[in-house]
Every structure is written in C-alpha cells, then in structure tokens.
C-alpha cells in the first residue's frame, strides 16, 4: 500500500539559507500536517491543511510557510534558516478532517543547519 | 489545550517478558481518540494501537494490548512477550473527535529489551 512520501530524506543547508521540504500524503487523503522533532524530543505541531485550506497552526515560526496543493501535496518553506532549526520534520496524513482517527506518518526529512 | 503525560523517559524489559508503559492526559472533553506510537530507531512512527473513548472495550493488536480508564484519564499500553523489535521510542498521543485535528503528543518512553 502506498504511504506517505517525504522529500527529500536529508539536507544540509547553510544559515540564512532557504529550504523547501514536500510531502505526497497516501491517496484520497485530504489533511495534512507537519510536525518537527528536534533531538530527544517528541514531535511538535506546525501546521496541517484540510482540502488546501489551513486548518490548524501549531508552533510554526514565521519564517516557516507552508501550503497544500491541488493535488493534495503539501510543500513546507523554511527561510532565515537558523541552526536551531536542525531538526527531523515529519509529514503526516489522515483521511477526514475530524474523527478521522490516526494519522499515518512518512519517514521525516531530516534538515541539517551548519 | 489537551496534555499528554508519559512519567517514564525510559524502561526496559527482558526478551519474552511483559511491560507496561503509562500514559495520562488531560481533557474536558467526553469523545476522543487515543493512540501509541512506535518510533524505532529507523525514525518513522508507527501506529501500534487505537483506542476510541466511547468504547468501554480495551483495544487489544497481537501482543499489545491497552488498559483504558477513563475516569482516571489513563491510558497504558502493555507488550506482552516481548521482542527485540519492539525496543524504540514510544509516544502516546490524544486526539479530539469533534473540536480539530491537532495531535497531542507525549514526550515519549524509551523502551529497552534485553536479550
């Protein structure tokens, strides 16, 4: 079965640097969200988007964007980035806005900040 | 907003043996979901097991089973015969039925089986 593709798995930037992470969620799923989990940490919720809308925004810093796609595709714009940043940023998708029940997760890009 | 409460950052279990991990949440909500993630050292998360709260029933997957109590807002997971494929992270994570669809996620338990 087809899950969640996340591009790309690992990337190195510099600061100040722009970085554009993508996620293909599994098919006819409509909701996608974003989570970013810095070392030893849990995930923490940056945004998530029900039929292209925003539906909910979490922790996300302004110099983060994001945005999903007709296709259902969503793409995360990180710029200014900081070393702070370095983190594993994990896509996510479910079926249904509410009551929808669990999410299913791609393998996460990791972003490096030198 | 809801909070998720794992107070064990790290346990361990020998091979073939049982161990319960703990999880309490905070809510004034009467319909949720609550779930246990899997996060081996591969990095994905895993689904490992579901529970609905308007269900009395506690959701049990193979050798993973959970002990749901609502009144008490618990809700521990427990790996009977344990393997050394199970040692990973584990989250437990709450999800509101009605009121959006943010997860709430624990700061994870760290479980070691050895052989």
């Known amino acids: 079965a087809a899950g969640v593709i996340q591009s790309p798995r690992h990337l190195i930037k510099e600061k100040r640097e722009t970085a554009t992470l993508k996620c293909y969620p599994i098919?006819?799923?409509?909701?996608v969200y974003w989570y970013q989990q810095g070392p030893g940490q849990d995930p923490q919720f940056l945004i998530s988007?029900?039929?292209?809308?925003?539906?909910d925004k979490g922790s996300i810093p302004d110099r983060f964007s994001a945005q999903q796609f007709s296709d259902y595709h969503s793409e995360l714009n990180m710029s200014s980035l900081e070393l702070g940043d370095s983190a594993l940023y994990f896509c996510?998708?479910?079926?249904?806005?509410?009551?929808?029940?669990?999410?299913?997760f791609g393998e996460g890009s990791r972003l490096t900040v030198l | 907003a809801q909070t998720v409460t794992q107070s064990q950052p790290e346990m361990s279990v020998q091979e073939a043996e049982t161990v319960t991990l703990s999880c309490t949440y905070d809510?004034?909500?009467?319909?949720?979901?609550l779930f246990w993630y899997k996060q081996p050292p591969s990095r994905q998360m895993i689904l490992v097991i579901r529970?609905?709260?308007?269900?009395?029933q506690n959701a049990t997957e193979n050798r993973f089973s959970v002990n749901f109590q609502k009144a008490a807002k618990s809700f521990s997971l427990k790996i009977s015969d344990s393997q050394l494929g199970d040692a990973a992270m584990y989250f437990c994570?709450?999800?509101?039925?009605?009121?959006?669809?943010?997860?709430?996620f624990g700061t994870g338990t760290s479980l070691t089986v050895i052989p």
């Open positions: 996510a998708s479910s079926l249904g806005r509410q009551g929808a029940g669990e999410l299913f």
């Open positions: 098919p006819r799923h409509d909701t």
């Open positions: 988007f029900y039929e292209k809308m925003q539906s």
């Open positions: 809510t004034s909500e009467s319909d949720y979901y």
């Open positions: 529970q609905e709260a308007y269900k009395q």
């Open positions: 994570a709450y999800r509101s039925r009605f009121t959006g669809n943010q997860f709430y």
